[in-house]
């Protein structure tokens, strides 16, 4: 197919074909690219406001859509449109975000959005990874003085080897799934999660994820040098950074700067460096509002407090850890916070735990479900079922603020995304154990490192709640601090040591490897060397915290909560699913009002069966079975007889399925009439002789009596004589002979 812009380049990396295009589509836009994989393509665009906002962040909007139409679906719902965001599309601006905020310049404060729009797939190759390259490519194509640019590949393990940009297909069967993004010879994000695999394994699909990048970004230049060719240069803007007045500045910082250093020196804890921070801001601003009402130079100075306060803090957060050896709560690097573990704390609750390590504190619950409470996912892809649930909540007191709650933010979508990946690996195969699983975990307090705490509570929760995981998992969030030549890698960062610190690189798993990781960098890359430096020092701390957890629960509990519901499985033919429902859901509605229970029917024939009352479960699930058995030749059983006919009785084997006792089957001996010998409504022990292609059943009550003489198979006139043979007389005329009863 001829390319859909002017302009195109492509790169191969790992067997596959990466394409970049622009010149054609979106020209208002700073920049705009499309990025193509297979069939699959999206557009990315950057545009940025052209006045100014008065903030000390970057204003930046990574926003990440997808289509339905771009897999040849109509969207589902009321209004047939695509509306608020799914968690696949938070996750994937997210994903965009991390990578590419670091590289704005100092003091941008110039509204920036990327847009990114999957405007095709082919239900093989994902557009997550695809999107990230092309909002590189489309920020370098743009104004705005961006220092990438950035690349990103999704690398795998299968079978032992390293798959780049695995498919759909084979990212099911996969034992290492990582997203890695990077400038040329560092890296900025990692994130994924595996099967337990080795930090060697992990540092080694690391290094080859790093020479794909910097491929994939030698091809973001050239789409560059090839668009300015065309005729398309664009002049970088010069930003101005907003800066306190020198005169300001100076005074502030002396006012504060010992003070600062003597609370950042004196290991308080989180509320009471906040206090004397807050002291010692108060009063500058108390001096300032004095001093403006005589000194013109300071007149509207106080607004600049803030902003000089947050310098100094960081510059003297760092030179304590990088000069003096020292963090401000006065932990060594590799020290970990205490930690305690309460549980079960609820009794109701299937599964419960406090989780506390320092100032972080996580309320961790674990609820049992049946098949029918799994999450229907509707994505891009299509339909899915989910079975295992992770939400994580982070309540604004749980940081001492006032704030309403309107529902999960991204933070919150990707802090439970992260806990759900480190445990999903761990869980029993839905045919071990075919329970829903749902995790919840409520932030009771946080400085620092909320995200690993769920994950340390939600194995704990879900070992108290009886699911047989296969090991315990532990998670711990890895700082680092590097300027001038110099760096500390730190263990189970503080709220203060992730704000002014240089990295953020949450490592999960057992004490067998890793489950699940996600690192971002505040700064312009990583080497892989100090990144192996901190997978190290991080496996340390994981055994050390995974020791606490085992002191307080070694193993998952061998009974479930008497509140959590039993659950049972049976397999029926599919043949039988309408037997079973019943016209109208009849039967369905009737178990579930008779025995309490709740009953769920797949398309494949899996019937489960779920209540808090064991014996409830077990009446339902004989019923099950009765209504939905298949008759086996050679198998007896006790049935009652329903209607007597002249050549027989109809005997019910199981609900709803009879079968023909013949009149020569009843006895041993001869028997002249039915009557004789059973009535309506007798029990009987009857065996199945054969089943006809008809399905029709016949039975023999002789044969329970003397095995073995139940005798050949009906004949045409249903009479039950046997088959004629050939006679073998003297005189060899071939007369026939009847076989006497």
Excluded at 200 to 226: N, R
Excluded at 321 to 349: C, H, M, N, W, Y
Excluded at 532 to 539: I, T
Excluded at 682 to 707: T, W
């Amino acid at each position: 197919m001829d390319p859909i812009q002017k302009i195109s380049l492509q790169e191969t990396v790992g067997g596959k074909t990466v394409v970049l295009q622009t010149g054609t589509i979106a020209k208002q836009a700073g920049g705009a690219v499309t990025a193509h994989l297979g069939e699959t393509v999206t557009l990315s665009a950057a545009t940025a406001n052209q006045q100014p906002k008065e903030v000390s962040f970057v204003p930046l909007t990574s926003d990440y859509r997808e289509r339905t139409y771009a897999a040849g679906r109509i969207p589902g719902g009321f209004f047939k449109r695509e509306a608020r965001p799914r968690d696949k599309e938070i996750l994937t601006s997210r994903l965009i975000d991390r990578p590419i905020r670091p590289l704005f310049p100092e003091g941008w404060n110039y509204e920036t959005m990327v847009q990114t729009i999957v405007l095709s797939s082919d239900l093989e190759n994902d557009s997550d990874v695809l999107a990230i390259n092309g909002a590189s490519c489309a920020l370098m194509l743009s104004d705005i003085p961006w220092n990438g640019p950035v690349a990103a590949v999704r690398i795998g393990r299968l079978n032992g080897a390293f798959v780049l940009f695995p498919t759909f297909e084979e990212r099911e069967n996969l034992e290492l799934e990582l997203v890695v993004a990077g400038k040329k010879g560092a890296l900025l994000m990692v994130e994924g999660s595996a099967n337990e695999v080795s930090e060697e394994v992990f540092a080694e699909a690391l290094e080859l994820a790093s020479q794909a990048i910097d491929k994939l970004c030698d091809l973001q230049l050239k789409v560059v040098a090839q668009s300015e060719a065309a005729g398309r240069k664009i002049a970088k803007r010069v930003i101005q950074k907003i800066e306190a007045p020198a005169n300001v500045d100076e005074y502030v910082t002396g006012r504060i700067l010992e003070p600062i250093k003597k609370a950042l020196r004196a290991k308080l804890d989180k509320h009471g460096l906040d206090k004397a921070v807050g002291d010692v801001k108060d009063a500058v601003k108390k001096e300032l509002e004095e001093k403006g009402k005589t000194d013109p130079a300071f007149a509207d100075s106080v607004k600049w407090v803030g902003h000089v306060l947050e310098n100094v803090l960081y510059r003297e957060s760092r030179a304590l850890t990088l000069e003096a050896k020292q963090r401000p709560d006065g932990r060594g690097f590799e020290e970990i916070r205490p930690i305690t573990i309460q549980l079960p704390i609820f009794s109701r609750v299937h599964g419960s735990v406090l989780f506390t390590r320092g100032q972080t504190q996580a309320l961790v619950t674990a609820t049992l479900g049946t098949p029918g409470d799994m999450q229907i996912m509707d994505v891009l892809e299509g339909e899915y079922k989910e079975r295992f649930l992770l939400h994580y909540n982070f309540p604004a007191f749980s940081v001492g603020e006032v704030r309403p709650e309107r529902g999960p933010g991204r933070r919150e979508i990707g802090h439970g995304a992260l806990a759900r990946r480190s445990l999903a690996v761990l869980l029993p195969s839905e045919e071990e154990f075919p329970y829903t699983l749902r995790v919840v975990s409520e932030i009771m307090e946080s400085n620092g490192s909320s995200s690993m705490a769920s994950v340390c509570g939600g194995s704990l929760a879900l070992f108290d709640a009886g699911v047989p995981m296969k090991a315990a998992c532990a998670g711990i969030a890895m700082g680092l601090v590097m300027e001038g030549g110099k760096y500390a890698v730190l263990t189970d960062i503080a709220g203060i040591e992730d704000h002014n610190g240089d990295m953020d690189f949450k490592v999960a798993g057992t004490r067998k490897g890793i489950t699940g990781f996600q690192m971002d960098m505040k700064i312009e890359g990583l080497s892989i060397k100090i990144m192996k430096e901190a997978l190290e020092q991080a496996k340390r701390g994981r055994l050390f915290i995974l020791d606490k957890m085992d002191a307080a629960l070694p193993a998952p509990r061998k009974e479930l909560s008497q509140y959590a519901p039993r659950l049972f499985r049976l397999q029926i033919p599919v043949d039988k699913i309408g037997a079973l429902i019943g016209p109208g859901g009849k039967n369905i509605r009737r178990l579930i009002e008779t025995y309490g229970v709740q009953v769920d029917v797949e398309d494949d024939g899996s019937v489960f069966i779920a209540g808090v009352d064991p014996l409830g479960c077990d009446q339902a699930r004989a019923e099950v079975e009765a209504l939905t058995m298949e008759a086996e030749v050679g198998k007896i059983y006790k049935g009652h007889v329903v209607s007597i006919k002249e050549f027989g009785a109809f005997v019910e084997i199981f609900p709803g399925r009879e079968g023909l006792l013949h009149i020569s089957q009843i006895d041993v001996k001869r028997v002249n009439r039915v009557e004789d010998v059973l009535k309506e409504g007798d029990e009987v022990e009857v065996k199945c002789l054969e089943i006809d292609n008809d399905g029709k059943i016949r039975l023999s009550r002789k044969a329970v009596i003397a095995p073995g003489s139940e005798g050949g198979p009906l004949g045409e006139n249903g009479h039950g004589r046997p088959p004629r043979r050939e006679g073998t007389g003297a005189g060899g005329g071939g007369r026939h002979q009847r076989g006497r009863r």
